[in-house]
């Protein structure tokens, strides 16, 4: 069964949240003229956001991190999206000196290995390059929502991340349901992991499918403790909480 089928679901005040994201948007978009970007990790709530970013005209930029160890079905996505919507999505990546010397003495799946190696090929492959991603730019738009983790149930709307940026989290209230019939209504393209049972998506050493019944993350970085389950991208004093 596709996850439009199996997830898609017309819920009350559906239309109004989606309002309200747009109203987000523009308002961002209007406060950081020129310096706001939206960080896609081509997720299905990612493709959401891509597609009202585009629908309506908001004027802000779109990056993704191409970490080096993403799925081919996720790196499909980038030229859909670009042809699909006339964008052109930026692409950072770890730097290679770092990445080969990195791969060199740890090998191809350091993440198996101990948290600590785990978390460095995150710091080499996600976080630094975010942080050149972000540089000069003064607030960035994400996908995460309240729904998908327990740790993310307090998600505001709008923060000031540890760097004196916004962060602002236009689908903070949308539920699964929301995501999914955004998507059947406006044919919007997706990963087609989705539709093999992988409702998360990260690199592939660190994502599986999950079984009927588990948590919507639970095939990400399965080997590891629940607590343990964070790589630094969405981790602040005031909100801990695993990475999108």
Request: net charge negative; charged share 25%; with cysteine.
């Amino acid at each position: 069964m596709s996850a439009v089928a199996l997830y898609a679901r017309a819920t009350p005040g559906h239309d109004e949240r989606v309002a309200q994201t747009v109203a987000l948007l523009q308002d961002a978009a209007a406060r950081h003229p020129g310096r706001i970007v939206f960080t896609t990790s081509l997720g299905a709530e990612d493709m959401v956001l891509a597609d009202l970013i585009a629908r309506h005209r908001v004027p802000i930029a779109v990056a993704t991190l191409q970490t080096g160890r993403l799925h081919a079905q996720t790196l499909a996505l980038i030229p859909r999206l670009e042809v699909r919507y006339g964008m052109t999505v930026e692409q950072w990546q770890p730097a290679p000196e770092a990445e080969i010397s990195f791969t060199a003495r740890h090998g191809e799946l350091p993440m198996r290995q101990s948290i600590e190696l785990r978390k460095a090929c995150c710091e080499l492959r996600k976080l630094e390059p975010l942080s050149r991603a972000l540089a000069g730019r003064s607030a960035w738009v994400t996908g995460l929502r309240r729904e998908q983790s327990d740790a993310r149930a307090g998600l505001p709307v709008s923060s000031i991340d540890e760097h004196g940026r916004e962060k602002i989290n236009p689908l903070a209230a949308w539920s699964q349901a929301d995501v999914w019939h955004h998507i059947q209504t406006h044919f919007v393209p997706y990963n087609e992991l989705h539709d093999l049972h992988f409702p998360s998506i990260g690199c592939e050493p660190c994502t599986r499918a999950v079984a009927a019944g588990e948590d919507l993350r639970a095939g990400r970085w399965w080997w590891e403790q629940e607590d343990a389950k964070e790589c630094g991208l969405h981790v602040g004093p005031a909100l801990k909480e695993e990475t999108a």
